[in-house]
């Protein structure tokens, strides 16, 4: 007969065995629940659930001209980017059809009454009507699903820092976004916490005079470059810096052997601007601003200057990397210069046009931005600016990147992005 061993189990010990059973049956489930949500990030149309927009600005920075009537340097116009996931509790979903996506400013309904763009615009070769920016987009409208489908994105907003009713600047405006049914125009979400950073604190008037600053530049241009533009302006004639000097932020490939107009720019004056008691940094004796204070994010709080080398360097360094190849707007700093590899951009891409492309979970990769999680450059989160910080606090409870797997997963899940695990430690 075969024997067996019986082995009987009495008292503390049973409870010891069946508490280890429970905390086993416990990690198993959870593990399970971890394993199906976060293989499930995927795209969808609208349905039942509670939805979380991620959206921010372009630029950490945008800035225009206060005065269009000699010529045009930057036309306004911020552009916003936004992701909308909608969060069942089993599994998040990149939601890209199904809705309607729409922006609006908080307090910021026209600007033609504001700046002058609209007066000369036609000269500069844009045919818009007061209120609409050089895309097509006025200050409130719907967004346009991106190429890819993963964000939608309203361009070239003409936004300034000027409030309705007011003529105090204000360089953090917020903007709305308002998610609805396609089908019903239900209201699926509503955020109103997104910063669009907007100045015309440009600092041309601090050399060039305060009156008739615009004129005093033609007359420089005139007299260093050997042009006539100050005569053209007598007859009617106005310019796009973009006409001569090649100009990648606006799409614009100038006039051969003229060089670009960043590089230009930068390279006259490198060696023209003496330090000013007050200003720093000394981007900010040009660039916005002494008020607006447009440097503001993480590498800001953590004590690195803009003109630090991994960055964009001094005024002479962005304009000779350009004249040895790198393109202006097309080249810009990579995160990977100071972090890690696995935190660089995306090959090919800029930091606003990057995805996370290395968790470990392959269904997240390629869905999300880096800067709906991250923020605009110059601005990263966490910003010194109270406004920037008000979308993760409104999400998270206080002010960072989005770094909480709770934002969109179950509490207690602890996920990993960039290939190491995120510890919830708030």
């Known amino acids: 007969m075969k024997k067996y061993r019986v082995t009987i189990i009495k008292g503390r010990s049973v409870l010891l065995a069946l508490l280890t059973i429970a905390a086993c049956a416990l990690f198993i489930a959870a593990l399970s629940t971890y394993l199906s949500r976060t293989g499930k990030m995927k795209k969808s149309s609208a349905a039942a659930g509670d939805y979380l927009i991620l959206a921010a600005s372009e630029q950490g920075m945008y800035f225009y001209q206060r005065d269009f009537d000699a010529f045009l340097l930057l036309p306004p116009g911020n552009t916003l980017r936004a992701q909308v996931f909608r969060l069942t509790g089993e599994q998040v979903e990149l939601v890209n059809s199904g809705i309607d996506v729409f922006y609006s400013i908080v307090d910021n309904t026209t600007s033609a009454d504001k700046i002058n763009f609209w007066n000369f615009a036609a000269y500069y070769g844009y045919d818009v009507e007061p209120n609409v920016g050089i895309t097509g987009n006025g200050l409130s409208g719907r967004m346009q699903l991106s190429q890819d489908g993963n964000y939608y994105v309203a361009t070239a907003i003409p936004l300034t820092p000027y409030n309705d009713g007011s003529r105090v600047p204000n360089p953090y405006q917020l903007a709305v976004i308002t998610v609805t049914d396609s089908e019903s125009g239900e209201v699926l979400a509503q955020i109103s916490d997104v910063v669009m950073p907007v100045a015309d604190e440009m600092g041309c008037l601090n050399c060039h005079g305060i009156v008739d600053t615009n004129l005093n530049i033609l007359s420089a241009h005139d007299r260093i470059s050997n042009t006539n533009l100050l005569e053209q302006l007598s007859q009617g004639t106005r310019h796009r810096c973009a006409d001569c000097h090649r100009d990648n932020a606006l799409g614009a490939s100038g006039v051969p052997g003229v060089p670009p107009l960043s590089?230009?720019?930068?390279?006259?004056?490198?060696?023209?601007?003496?330090?000013?008691?007050?200003?720093?940094?000394?981007?900010?004796?040009?660039?916005?601003?002494?008020?607006?204070?447009?440097?503001?994010?993480?590498?800001?709080?953590?004590?690195?200057?803009?003109?630090?080398?991994?960055?964009?360097?001094?005024?002479?360094?962005?304009?000779?990397?350009?004249?040895?190849?790198?393109?202006?707007?097309?080249?810009?700093?990579?995160?990977?210069?100071?972090?890690?590899?696995?935190?660089?951009?995306?090959?090919?891409?800029?930091?606003?046009?990057?995805?996370?492309?290395?968790?470990?979970?392959?269904?997240?990769?390629?869905?999300?931005?880096?800067?709906?999680?991250?923020?605009?450059?110059?601005?990263?989160w966490v910003s010194t600016n109270s406004l920037d910080n008000l979308l993760p606090i409104r999400i998270m409870g206080y002010p960072d990147f989005i770094r909480r797997c709770t934002v969109c997963h179950r509490a207690g899940v602890l996920g990993r992005a960039h290939a190491y695990y995120i510890e919830e430690t708030r």
């Not at 900010?284 to 993480?298: I, K, S, T």
């Not at 590498?299 to 003109?307: H, P």
């Not at 360097?313 to 990977?336: E, I, Y």
Request: glycine share 6%; net charge negative.
């Open 263 to 380: 590089q230009a720019i930068h390279r006259f004056h490198a060696d023209r601007m003496l330090p000013r008691s007050g200003i720093t940094p000394d981007c900010y004796r040009c660039h916005p601003g002494p008020v607006a204070q447009f440097y503001r994010g993480a590498m800001y709080m953590a004590g690195i200057s803009c003109t630090n080398a991994n960055c964009h360097g001094d005024m002479l360094n962005v304009a000779l990397t350009q004249a040895v190849g790198r393109q202006a707007w097309l080249n810009q700093p990579d995160c990977s210069n100071c972090h890690r590899e696995v935190y660089g951009t995306n090959m090919g891409k800029l930091y606003h046009e990057s995805y996370l492309l290395n968790s470990p979970d392959e269904e997240m990769n390629n869905i999300i931005l880096c800067i709906s999680c991250h923020n605009s450059a110059h601005a990263e």
